[in-house]
């Protein structure tokens, strides 16, 4: 989200301003619910004023909000709704469009559902910053480098992370998730445990700090690190009164979190029963928005930990999928090939052509009957075909029609 208020044409008086200027306040001090209602009130007055590309941008705050309050689904409602907003009021694209798109991405990617929140990220991409809120760039970096990081390419999302540096601008949204910080998540990820220990002394972070909202990611990263540096009693101690900060705050996003950290933590000194309890909580909490990529990117350890869980038979159903999930992320060149191949659809579009072949193969004609029906020699069609296939990294008529369904192509 990013709201300012450039001159009196463009930002109407009465409520709107003031109320997102109050909600604003409210969620820096981690207020969420009151700066939820706030920003409710603005959207509603710069809606009234018929100023669609304000209520757009309060809109995404109201979904951030939703988010870091563990509300998933209700986060993706207000993507989803905005976005229909800003599509019915056809082109030029209101700006703001393109976050909303990128918002969704990375909702989608948080549940699992890897094809449809690349669907997501190639649409914004494709539209840019010509439809975009001034923030979009700086986003965007950050939401390729969380596929990146679910892919195993821990390089490639640093790399797009010092990309974001260089289109970050204080504005008036609380920078919660500061990039020093999910930088440092990235180097214990690649082992490098002196860079990350570097971080916290820089940082000037300690286990007994006065904890606020806005270092709540920090602290959460310097609770990994005491992890990796295996400083476990430390970790706990600063895990449990993280954990008591965030359910006072109703951050239940930041709950889960925390939970999966203290299972982490308890398994790492041996203490089981104490894991079992921590990581039966974060599953109870995170089954009815469905959270997948908080547990399934721990990694071996946390898949350790699942398969206990699964034996004492702790929300079966769920722990099942998330094996699953775990057992799909052991190969990382599935979801790299998919990401690839979307992108070369995005940057290289299918003709009017190829989509009329596309349609046509998703229907039950065979090939000479396709090449009757565009009126076209067999021949033709078959080259049509493995361009096709080309595009889309595929190898046959039945992936590409499922491709083609995950990317909207049809």
């Known amino acids: 989200m990013s709201w ?18 109050l909600g604003l306040a409210q969620w820096a001090s981690g207020g969420l619910e009151a700066a939820y209602r706030a920003l409710a009130d603005a959207m509603a007055g710069f809606q009234k004023a018929g ?16 988010t870091v309050q563990g509300r998933l689904y209700e986060s993706i409602q ?9 599509l019915a009021q ?7 469009t393109a976050n909303l798109y990128l918002g969704l991405s990375e909702l989608y990617h948080e549940q699992g559902q890897i094809p449809v929140a690349l669907q997501h990220l190639l649409r914004t991409e494709e539209l840019g910053e010509q439809a975009a809120l001034p923030d979009w760039r700086y986003r965007l970096c950050r939401v390729q480098a969380r596929f990146k990081e679910s892919q195993g390419d821990w390089a490639g999302a640093l790399a797009l992370l010092d990309t974001a540096k260089g289109h970050y601008t204080r504005g008036r949204i609380p ?7 999910l930088q440092a998540r990235l180097w214990l990820a690649q082992g490098r445990l002196r ?6 002394q820089e940082a000037g972070l300690a286990v007994d700090d006065e904890l606020s909202f806005l270092r709540e990611c920090e602290h959460i990263t310097l609770a990994r690190v005491l992890i990796a540096n295996q400083a476990l009693p430390e970790a706990l101690r600063l895990l449990v009164r993280l954990l008591q900060a965030a359910e006072e705050g109703e951050r239940m996003g930041s709950v889960i979190e925390i939970l999966v950290l203290l299972a982490l933590a308890h398994a790492a000194q041996g203490d089981m ?4 309890v921590a990581l039966e909580r974060a599953l109870r909490l995170a089954e009815p928005e469905g959270y997948i990529c908080i547990f399934v990117d721990e990694g071996p350890s946390m898949a350790a930990l699942m398969s206990e869980a699964e034996k004492q038979g702790i929300t079966p159903n769920y722990v099942r ?6 057992g799909q992320a052991e190969d990382k060149t599935p979801v790299a090939q998919d990401f690839l191949a979307a992108r070369a659809v995005a940057i290289e579009p299918l003709s009017e052509r190829k989509r009329e072949v596309l349609k046509l193969l998703a229907t039950e004609l065979n090939g000479p009957e396709i090449a009757h029906e565009l009126t076209v020699s067999l021949n033709t069609m078959r080259t049509h075909t493995k361009n096709i296939y080309e595009k889309l990294g595929v190898n046959n008529r039945r992936a590409a029609v499922r491709r083609a369904a995950e990317l909207d192509l049809l």
Do not use: K, M
């Open 195 to 200: 860079d990350a220990l570097r971080w916290v």
């Open 273 to 276: 029963p104490s894991a079992l």
């Open 51 to 66: 100023n669609l590309h304000f209520a757009l941008s309060v809109t995404s705050g109201l979904a951030d909000i939703r």
């Open 321 to 326: 999928q998330l094996r699953a999930a775990f």
């Open 78 to 86: 207000y993507h989803t709704q905005a976005l229909q907003l800003a």
């Open 90 to 96: 056809g082109e030029p694209l209101i700006r703001g």
């Open 175 to 181: 920078d919660v998730r500061p990039l020093a910080a």
């Open 4 to 21: 300012r208020c450039h001159a009196r044409p463009i930002c109407p008086p009465g409520r709107g301003p003031a109320a997102a200027i």
